[in-house]
Structures are given as structure tokens and as C-alpha cells.
């Protein structure tokens, strides 16, 4: 082989290669989504959400509100959320809108389980207008499946707004703090409250009853 044919080559490979480190991280991302989502005690939330497959990281914090920094001890304004981080290639928004809908009493605006005021009412804040028209589907969806009017759903749906992290000692606490979390869990009657809700689908993901 000449070396023209030679240099021909490897400038052809280098070009590939060149080609491969400019776009693998953009389709590596470009499947990657967010979510914020407030209902309650963000422990539990956090807990649940990050078990489902595809949800990449799932990650506590305060948001909703115009205070700068919010903190544990001072968040007046914000509910506690989180953030899911997930590939659209291994779950949609609407699976986890599904999941989220039956991790909350649907029908409380006054807090959530034995949490109560504004910190821990249910709302689903949306980054787009097309997670804005999924949520609205599931609102109906919900109230099919519950047999109750629209009317009486509480949760409230928003534009997203700056998702401040909580301090790290909230992150990842049912993981870390399982007896303390677990104690806590039964003694708020949160489990108890979602199976008299949504009974079998109580935690669930699965298509909804009357539609997907």
C-alpha cells in the first residue's frame, strides 16, 4: 500500500474517531429528562420514585417558592420535591406521572398524611408544554379510576420553578436511616392512607384502569 493510500487511512479513522467523541455524549443525554414533582415528606417520594427502571437519580429539595436558598429550618413558600432525573428510553413522563399520582392522597391539599400545611401539598411542576398537556391527560385519567369528579383532586399542577437541593443529610435517607425512615413511614400512616386510595394500584406504575 502506497503511502498516500497510508495517510488516506488513517486521517479516515482519525475522522471517525473525532466524529464518535463529538456526538456519543449528546445521544448519551439526549434521552435524559426531569421531573419535579411535591407530595408530601420528600423522603418517601425519593424512596419510591428511584426504584422504578429508568429513573437515573432521584434527588430531594425545596421548590415552589421566591425565598433564595431555602433551607430545612427556613423554606416558607416552597414544598418540599424532588427532582427525577430519568431515560425516556426505559420510562415516559406519563409512567412516572402514573407512579407519582399513587404515591399521594390526591384528595388533601392541606399537606400530606400526618405532614401537614403549604410545605407538603401535592403539586407536579412542569418544565414543558408537552409534560403540561401529560398532566392534564392524567388528572382525567385519575379521576376515572377513582370513580370522583375533577372537581375534588386537590393536587395542583404548576410551572416549574428554581429546584433548590436539600441539605445532604435529606439525600437518599431512606437508604442510609432505614429503621428511623421505616418508623416514621408507619407512624404517618402514609401506606395505610395510599391503599385506601388506590388499593391495588397503591405504589404502582402500571396503565391506568381506563387508559393508558
Known amino acids: 500500500m502506497s503511502n498516500f493510500l497510508i495517510r488516506i487511512k488513517h486521517s479516515l479513522i482519525f475522522a471517525c474517531l473525532l466524529s464518535a467523541l463529538f456526538f456519543l455524549p449528546y445521544e448519551a443525554?439526549?434521552?435524559t429528562e426531569e421531573a419535579i414533582f411535591a407530595g408530601g415528606c420528600f423522603w418517601c417520594l425519593e424512596h419510591d420514585l428511584e426504584s422504578l427502571p429508568g429513573v437515573l437519580s432521584v434527588e430531594s429539595g425545596y421548590t415552589g417558592g421566591s425565598l433564595d436558598s431555602p433551607t430545612y429550618r427556613q423554606h416558607d413558600g416552597h414544598q418540599e420535591a424532588v427532582l427525577v432525573r430519568f431515560d425516556t428510553s426505559q420510562i415516559e413522563y406519563k409512567k412516572l406521572l402514573r407512579a407519582y399520582w399513587r404515591n399521594v392522597d390526591p384528595f388533601d391539599d392541606g399537606g400530606q398524611f400526618c405532614d401537614?400545611?403549604?410545605s407538603y401539598r401535592?403539586?407536579?411542576f412542569t418544565?414543558?408544554?408537552l409534560q403540561a398537556a401529560h398532566v392534564t391527560s392524567s388528572?382525567?385519567?385519575a379521576s376515572m379510576e377513582l370513580a370522583k369528579s375533577l372537581g375534588s383532586l386537590k393536587?395542583?399542577?404548576r410551572e416549574a420553578a428554581t429546584f433548590w437541593p436539600a441539605e445532604s443529610y435529606?439525600?437518599?435517607f431512606a437508604e442510609l436511616n432505614n429503621f428511623k425512615y421505616s418508623y416514621y413511614r408507619l407512624a404517618?400512616?402514609?401506606d395505610r392512607r395510599l391503599d385506601e386510595v388506590w388499593g391495588d394500584k397503591a405504589r404502582q406504575a402500571e396503565a391506568w384502569g381506563s387508559q393508558d
Open 116 to 118: 401537614r400545611g403549604d
Open 122 to 124: 401535592p403539586v407536579i
Open 127 to 129: 418544565q414543558s408544554d
Open 170 to 172: 435529606h439525600q437518599d
Open 139 to 141: 388528572f382525567d385519567a
Open 155 to 157: 393536587v395542583e399542577q
Open 29 to 31: 443525554t439526549a434521552s
Open 188 to 190: 404517618c400512616g402514609r
